[in-house]
């Protein structure tokens, strides 16, 4: 699972506002632009991302393979033309799904990128400024927590493969490995959330805490021009 880890990357070294703004202005260029030229434009796009954040793609990649199985699926299942009594199959079909996916691929490598070089606690505090109020502190709570309960959820589900693997679980029939697998899953998942609240108890949890200074740096010029460029071109295809 994808999570931050520290650096000197010009990443690294961004605001996350403006990190948070270049992440959504590449998802909506993304999704406005799903032809071949347009997501190979955004290829390369996200390519330096991934260099400004000194993040490999493969490792990238592996963070989100849970997803992979989905986005794969689109295409595949778009080529099979139901029939009267036949099945067809028309690869012509699947060049949409294929194209989608694979924007929502790119989409996700930039994501992982901002995952990679951005601290849980300035992700809060990116938030909590850019949305204000009460809502604002709910939202930028919300994503702390689930930046920081979600690996350990996927760490349990593993550790409980690999005890049922080891204790020959293999053997079992695939609806049997599933049950242990989500019943053990879901007693892990119920038993952090109580000693996550029994925690947030212990130490007084607030909902205005004081939270790292943001400041923006001569690099994030560089960012916001990115950012402003990619909402130009989003608004520019819409516009045509």
Wanted: positive net charge; hydrophobic residues 50%; aromatic residues 6%.
């Amino acid at each position: 699972m994808l999570s931050y880890t520290p650096g000197d990357s010009v990443a690294h070294r961004l605001d996350p506002r403006t990190k948070l703004l270049a992440q959504a202005a590449f998802a909506a260029a993304a999704f406005v632009h799903t032809t071949p030229r347009g997501l190979a434009a955004f290829t390369v796009v996200g390519g330096a991302f991934l260099v400004a954040g000194r993040l490999s793609p493969v490792d990238a990649i592996r963070g989100y393979l849970p997803a992979l199985p989905f986005l794969a699926a689109g295409p595949l299942v778009s080529v099979v033309e139901l029939r009267p009594w036949t099945v067809g199959i028309d690869p012509g079909a699947a060049v949409g799904p294929l194209l989608a996916s694979y924007r929502v691929l790119l989409i996700l490598l930039v994501s992982a990128v901002y995952l990679h070089t951005t601290p849980v606690r300035e992700s809060r505090a990116a938030i909590q400024r850019l949305v204000p109020g009460r809502p604002g502190r709910l939202l930028g709570v919300g994503v702390a927590l689930v930046f920081r309960f979600l690996p350990l959820l996927r760490s349990d589900l593993r550790r409980v493969r690999e005890a049922s693997a080891v204790r020959l679980g293999g053997e079992r029939r695939l609806r049997e490995r599933m049950e242990v697998v989500a019943s053990a899953g879901i007693r892990r998942a119920l038993g952090r959330a109580d000693r996550l609240a029994l925690a947030l108890r212990a130490r007084c949890f607030a909902w205005n805490p004081t939270l790292p200074e943001l400041r923006f740096g001569r690099g994030d010029a560089v960012g916001l021009a990115v950012g402003v460029g990619l909402v130009a071109v989003a608004v520019a295809g819409v516009v045509a």
